[in-house]
């Protein structure tokens, strides 16, 4: 239960906006009421009071010692129904689309920065083929090609009898095997298709507030801006289906703010700030359009290759037809390249336009093209027959080190956008980018390698058994599995020196634990020792990047060598080895075993997590917690990714306190924990002047520098949040030693302003049994920082901050429901 507000100096009504952080809470639990009721907003995200505080506007007597508080719902934006399990696969394509928000910040080199986007684009045009390509492992070749091409294998799966080569049906022959093979991964890419439009109608369909106190657009400077920039403000627009409608300016939309007074901001607008940053919808249908595309040719070209193979044997009509498919495919596989690097993000205004005839034709064809595909493999050819793998299984090989040669020039480009003056801070020196790019093709790799082992050994038993044809992977991905038992090995050594210097850390802090502590009456070894432990763990984020940078480039060097060593040997490791010395040839092929097992069980475990997910909601909400953090930000990179729930939560709150703020001329502090404090600092950025000079920040638990500062130093680094700090009227920051995830944000006083981080919350608040305290207090690390005394004071040290409530001003437009509550019936 928080305490209560202290007094503040200054009259006039005032409003807390609570906003909370990953794993979500609940309305009752963030107003301390379990009577609450929603007030506007839907069942995903929605704001909401104690049923008491409904009419406060109408009552502003009741509430002179204390603000109205108001809570923001948005667990439900990444949590909600079982369908969300589903986003599980998507996780690579998450992971790429960070690294392009991952770039070094950089002045005046906007070519390069644009090279930067371009690269991400094409690693996660290429995680897309990759997984595609997968899908065609299993169902083409594992399945129809080798398993429904051999006799035992085939016997022994009586749904693969009708297909069996040894039964001489209609559907035995080889390539309509592969044509009916082909609906698995064609139906996995209309099914991402479909998630991704799904998602695209509900996420990036919410427009930020434009008709009123709209952000002008600032003279182009971004580098991936394109058309022609709107010299002011964004022309009005109807509310989306989940906003309020554009109420007519207020008394103070005109002259500037107080806040831009007092900071004397100048210079253009902060990223997070500009018009357009929140409204992603053009980029992402026409990225949508060319890896849709890209899937569908990816099977089509799986097809086609196999068949003109065959036809190249026996020239006539077959083969021409081939040639001119393949012809077309590379085509239309140019046209998807240029789709995706023509075209960056538009952020300086809002970009309202989308391509009806790129986003509807582009995919079409390309499914067109893989009909044809599908009846050319299925035309009668008696004498084809199948054996060994599928033809194009170098593909694995060429994609990889397409993914390899793409990551390291995203590195080159991080390190020319590297500035003299960096942060120190920043994580990898700038290359944390092309670090989390390359985790992201691993990812893909491992989840694809998993599944064609799986279904490998699977359908390998019955061979195995009774002596025939073995099957098998791509000797590829059997090396690429191969070395995952190296790259853990090669992770214990960083993880033991962690563990070590936790241990040694804690010990060190027993000092500075009992300093702290110094009034307790008596000393209790234990209790020291748990406080200077959870301190010391807290720190292990901090160590992160050593972690980050060791597997990325250890992946990086082992991807290589499994390409060199698949290519050299055109064999599995555990027989490549055959002719060297016994304890070599042992190893290669205990990796090999090691390997396949690990990938295999790999595979399984994300398989019933996916399954709990779908039916336990704790579950989905852990599952949500990984995506509160990923999903922050639009996409970018990848359609498929998972949608970003921040494109429809910093319209929510920037609408809720540009209408409050307008409709009553009182004070207000939004109050963030965790990610709610990223939701929140991103949303004052969006608030026109007039507007933040009634606006106080508060954020506790907050990882803006500790996280986002260091990983995203573009959009958060020391410059972006010294700004934030004269662009808003005040803020102060509440942290913890304990606390793993939020910190200090490392924002120094300057211009007569105070520096905004606050003197360390000790934690737990009392070391033994005091009066105050008759029973232990626990370590509360990242939660529960409104307990602390501490929050009451600083937020109405903020309220004492705000100018006085402005005289509210009544109109013929102002309705006696909702002129001044903004309440609605939802």
Do not use: K
């Amino acid at each position: 239960m928080s305490p209560a507000t202290p007094a503040p100096e200054t009259g006039g009504a005032a409003l807390e906006l609570l906003v909370h952080g990953v794993g979500g809470a609940t309305p009752q639990d963030m107003l301390d009421d379990p009577r609450t009721v929603r007030i506007t907003g839907d069942r995903t995200a929605a704001v909401y009071r104690r049923t008491e505080d409904l009419d406060a506007e109408e009552h502003p007597e009741r509430y002179a010692n204390r603000p109205v508080p108001e809570a923001y719902c948005w667990s439900n934006l990444t949590s909600g129904d079982g369908a969300r399990a589903l986003w599980l696969l998507l996780l690579p394509f998450m992971v790429v689309n960070l690294a392009h928000w991952m770039r070094p910040p950089s002045q005046g080199r906007p070519g390069l920065v644009r090279v930067y986007g371009l690269l991400v684009r094409l690693v996660a045009l290429t995680l897309t083929v990759l997984l595609t390509a997968a899908a065609c492992e299993v169902a083409l070749d594992l399945t129809a090609w080798q398993c429904a091409g051999t006799a035992v294998c085939a016997d022994a799966y009586s749904w693969l009898g009708f297909l069996s080569e040894g039964r001489d049906g209609w559907w035995s022959q080889p390539g309509r095997r592969l044509a009916l093979a082909a609906l698995v991964p064609a139906a996995l890419v209309g099914l991402l298709w479909f998630l991704s439009t799904r998602t695209w109608s509900a996420y990036e369909a919410q427009r930020p507030p434009t008709g009123y106190d709209a952000p002008t657009a600032e003279p182009p400077q971004g580098p991936e801006t394109t058309g022609p920039e709107a010299p002011g403000t964004a022309r009005p627009q109807q509310a989306g289906p989940h906003q309020a409608a554009p109420e007519p300016p207020g008394p103070d939309a005109a002259a500037p703010g107080p806040a831009e007074s007092r900071s004397g901001r100048s210079g253009p607008r902060a990223a997070l700030g500009r018009p357009g940053f929140w409204y992603g919808r053009r980029l992402v249908a026409r990225l949508r359009a060319a890896h849709t595309a890209a899937g569908f040719l990816t099977v089509a070209a799986a097809l086609t290759t196999a068949t003109a193979r065959h036809d190249a044997t026996d020239p006539g009509a077959g083969a021409v037809l081939g040639r001119i498919l393949q012809a077309a495919l590379v085509a239309l596989a140019v046209s998807v390249v240029w789709v995706v690097c023509r075209r960056g993000r538009s952020e300086r205004r809002l970009d309202l336009r989308v391509e009806r005839a790129l986003v509807s034709w582009l995919p079409g064809i390309s499914l067109g093209l893989l009909a044809l595909s599908a009846l050319y493999a299925g035309w009668s050819r008696p004498r084809w027959t199948s054996g060994g793998t599928l033809p194009g299984d170098a593909a694995f090989g060429g994609l990889t080190l397409v993914q390899g040669a793409l990551v390291v020039a995203l590195g080159v480009v991080a390190l020319l956008l590297q500035r003299p003056g960096r942060d120190p801070r920043t994580a990898l020196r700038g290359l944390g980018g092309p670090a989390v790019a390359m985790l992201a093709c691993a990812l893909a790799g491992v989840m694809s390698g998993g599944v064609a082992q799986w279904v490998a050994d699977g359908l390998d038993g019955p061979g195995a058994a009774h002596g025939g044809p073995r099957i098998g992977p791509p000797v590829l991905l059997s090396w690429q599995a191969s070395v995952i038992p190296v790259l853990l090995l090669l992770l214990l050594a960083p993880a033991l020196l962690l563990a070590v210097r936790t241990v040694l850390a804690a010990r060190r802090l027993r000092a500075t634990v009992e300093a702290d502590y110094a009034a307790a009456d008596e000393r209790d070894p234990v209790r020291t020792g748990q406080i200077a432990s959870g301190r010391a763990r807290a720190a292990l984020t901090d160590s992160a990047p050593v972690l980050v940078g060791v597997v990325s480039g250890a992946t990086l060097l082992l991807g290589a060598v499994s390409v060199a060593g698949a290519w050299a040997s055109g064999n599995v490791p555990g027989r490549a080895f055959d002719g060297a010395h016994p304890a070599v040839a042992s190893l290669a092929s205990a990796t090999q075993a090691v390997g396949s097992w690990m990938i295999g069980f790999g595979f399984l475990l994300f398989v019933t997590w996916g399954r709990r997910a779908y039916r336990d909601a704790s579950a989905r909400r852990t599952i949500g917690i990984l995506w509160d953090v990923g999903t922050f930000w639009p996409r970018a990179a990848h359609p498929f990714a998972p949608p970003c729930y921040a494109e429809r939560a910093v319209p929510d709150l920037t609408w809720r306190m540009s209408s409050w703020t307008r409709s009553t001329g009182g004070r207000l502090v939004i109050s963030g924990h965790s990610q709610g404090s990223v939701l929140a600092a991103a949303a004052v950025w969006q608030l026109p002047p007039a507007t933040r000079g009634r606006v106080a920040l508060l954020t506790y638990g907050s990882p803006l520098e500790r996280l986002y500062g260091r990983w995203f130093p573009a959009y958060f680094g020391p410059d972006a949040l010294r700004a934030l700090n004269r662009t808003v009227r005040c803020w102060h920051n509440l942290y913890r030693a304990t606390d793993p995830i939020g910190g200090p944000v490392r924002v120094p006083a300057e211009d007569e302003r105070p520096a905004v981080d606050a003197a360390e919350l000790r934690d737990p608040v009392a070391y033994g049994r005091t009066r105050e305290h008759p029973l232990p207090e626990p370590i509360l690390g990242h939660s529960d920082y409104r307990s602390d005394p501490e929050f009451a004071v600083r937020r109405s040290a903020l309220l004492d901050q705000l100018l006085p409530a402005l005289p509210r001003q009544r109109d013929a437009n102002d309705t006696a429901d909702q002129g001044s509550s903004g309440r609605s019936s939802g």
